[in-house]
């Protein structure tokens, strides 16, 4: 492997590139759920599924972030 590789890989691009993505669409589900003058059922439950996975994933990116 490159030095310039081992450069790109010790930054962690991808997964960096990857929070900031989920943290933009969580935003923006949120933004549209409060968007909304009545929440139906089927709703709420896709912003609480997209809520937890965010729960999930930061708490994943927290674990191995060293």
Do not use: N
Request: some cysteine.
């Amino acid at each position: 492997m490159t030095i310039a590789m081992e450069r790109v890989l010790a930054w962690k691009i991808l997964p960096r590139l990857m929070m900031f993505v989920m943290t933009v669409m969580y935003v923006r589900c949120i933004e549209w759920a409060l968007s909304m003058p009545d929440i139906s059922t089927q709703q709420a439950s896709l912003i609480s599924v997209v809520t937890g996975a965010m729960t999930g994933t930061i708490a994943v990116w927290l674990s191995h972030e060293k």
